[in-house]
């Protein structure tokens, strides 16, 4: 094909609209041409910005979901498609999405309000307000903000149906938090710096997957015939009906997985099922980043969900991680120039005061000089 069309086939993919011939195309040009896929793509952002309309975890979404619905079918066809749209799109993640979810992780920074974006790519800008505003509207669901929160709700009419999954995705920019109700009536709190993609209506039978980045905490509503996947990064975490908090940016250096009640089975994404943990309440699953391994222990959950409250709660934590919460909470930058000062340990509670509240407590802890311009504040040991 000439590169006008190989183009057209780039938009089309990025678009969710290619055809299976297309994607077969597609596939066998991957193989040869990953240096010129990888220019293409950025080429293409710059033109139309289809990547960041159509989401690249929202595509994810939908090639799992996708793996879900034909698992159990005899359709060759449509699995040889899921398979060429997987080929396709792995390939993409490999020469040139990172490089976009980069920019959606920093545009999530620097926005200054919260943003859902909706099924047709476009972002709206979610302002708090004191009265029910509808935020999008179809025959099969409605969703409804009042404050800081959101609701989504299944129209009657569409009950026992089974339809193509449509996604919205939810960004909380640093200093933030929103509330979010999905379908099903399962109740997610977002921490600052987060995002979620999910379905607005989730089919009568079969999983309930999510995706998140960042931190949420989740209220799940029980249904055995459905059980309610939360997917990052590294991890996928099975839920029959319970409350749990995830929280895994990517600056950390683990996923983190606590449990308040219920059951929970996590395990890596790419491992099998019997390699799962199952956690009991009090009991936190880590994903280390660096050693690619999945561990439990028992922990005090306190400090683990006093976010959802407003409550910035440490208990004997080391300063590199205290200050990348006080960035997302006050949407700050902190830089500290003695290593030995991020080692120390902390513990405090603060729930209404300002950062220099904050670091002027540590202060009198362990002494530490810091200077604060603007919205950047170093820290430094004592002169």
Known sequence: MEKRNKDLIIHKFLNNTATAEEIEFLTKWLDQNQPKFEAEIKLHHLISGAIAKENAERLKMELLESFAKNNNTHKKPIVLRALKYAAVFLGLLAVGALYFLQNEKDQIRFQENVTITLSNGTDEEIVKTDRRKTVAKTNTFSAQ??????????????????EPLVYHT????????????????????????????????????????????????????????????????????????????????????????????????????????????????????????????????????????????????????????????????????????????GKERYTGRFETETIEEVLTAFQRIKGFDYSMKGDKIKIKPNQ
């Not at 903000?145 to 089974?162: A, H, R």
């Open 145 to 162: 903000q009042e404050g800081d929160q959101i609701v989504y709700q299944k129209n009657e009419s569409v009950n026992g149906l089974q």
């Open 170 to 341: 939810l960004n909380v920019p640093y200093g933030k938090k929103f509330q979010i109700v999905l379908s099903d009536s399962t109740k997610i709190y977002l921490n600052s710096g987060s995002s979620i993609t999910y379905p607005v209506v989730f089919n009568s039978k079969g999983p309930r997957n999510v995706m998140l980045r960042g931190e949420g905490y989740f209220e799940v509503k029980s249904d055995s015939s459905r059980p309610f996947y939360v997917r990052t990064e590294f991890t996928k975490s099975k839920v029959l009906g319970t409350a749990f908090n995830v929280s895994a940016y990517d600056d950390d250096q683990q996923t983190r997985i606590v449990l308040v009640e219920g059951s929970l089975k996590v395990k890596k994404r790419d491992a099998s099922v019997s390699r799962a943990i199952l956690l009991q309440p009090n009991q936190m699953a880590s994903y280390d980043y660096s050693k690619s391994a999945l561990t439990s222990k028992n922990v005090d959950i306190s400090s683990h969900i006093a976010w959802k409250d407003g409550i910035l709660l440490f208990k004997n934590e080391d300063f590199y991680s205290i200050t990348k919460k006080l960035e997302r909470h006050y949407n700050i930058s902190i830089g500290i120039d003695e290593e030995n000062i």
